[in-house]
């Protein structure tokens, strides 16, 4: 019999669902409060006004890890809202540990693949920021192409963009940050905020690692794009 899988919505995932422990805390906390804080994937459009009950800035963590740095970034910002994506159930029910301890309003989460959630939930011109800290470095040379910040997913983020909106991405591989600042510098509709690599901006906390690293003499590249009404060739 014929194989009749459609695969033209398939894509290079730039992650792996490992089997990482969940402890019964954070499995808890995903019982409990993901009815509350997350969003099921589905493929539709989700009205964001209405799943964060109110009109604010509205800007998109993909990739949170543990969630620390997401949690501490909207705990200092209740103006804006944070629509935060991971795959990892520990992580998960760690960022909701942390909403519950520290009511954390302005967050919902939704376990899904970035990607996807782009293509299939998000509105062009819906969101005013996208975060995208320290994502995989796939940093064997042959694993490069699961690298998730390339021209096509650059490309599909933008559209998701309101003018004016941001790109902030954040890693410490070298040649992944000097990936990033050829794709991003590439897209037409963005332009870099900095000459090349920019100050790390107040309102992205240092993780411990990332302080632990700085101590031993390692690099840290933050990359902050704006989006243009109309691109660098005057063209929308």
């Known amino acids: 019999m014929a194989d009749t899988t459609d695969l ?85 029910g760690n960022l909701l540990k942390l909403i519950d301890a520290q009511q954390i309003g302005n967050i919902r989460i939704i376990q899904h693949d970035a990607v996807e959630v782009l293509r299939d939930m998000l509105g062009d011109a819906a969101l005013d920021g996208a975060h995208i800290f320290f994502p995989d470095p796939w940093h064997k040379a042959r694993h490069n192409k699961r690298r998730l910040i390339q021209a096509t997913f650059v490309a599909q983020l933008v559209q998701k963009l309101k003018p004016g909106g941001y790109i902030h991405a954040a890693t410490d591989w070298q040649d992944y940050a000097e990936q990033i600042l050829a794709v991003l510098g590439a897209e037409p509709l963005l332009e870099n905020t900095a000459a090349d690599y920019a100050p790390r901006p107040a309102y992205r906390p240092l993780t411990k690692f990332e302080q632990r690293g700085i101590n031993l003499g390692h690099g840290v590249w933050d990359l902050v794009f704006k989006k243009h009404p109309r691109g660098r060739d005057g063209h929308a």
């Open 8 to 92: 033209s919505n398939r894509h290079i995932r730039s992650f792996v669902l490992r089997q990482g422990r969940v402890s019964p805390a954070q499995q808890r906390a995903c019982e409990m409060l993901l009815p509350r804080f997350g969003i099921p994937y589905a493929a539709q459009p989700l009205d964001l006004t209405q799943a964060f009950g109110r009109n604010a800035p509205k800007i998109l963590e993909i990739g949170f890890g543990m969630g620390d740095s997401t949690a501490t970034i909207a705990l200092a910002h209740p103006e804006n809202d944070y629509l935060a994506l991971e795959v990892h159930t520990p992580g998960v």
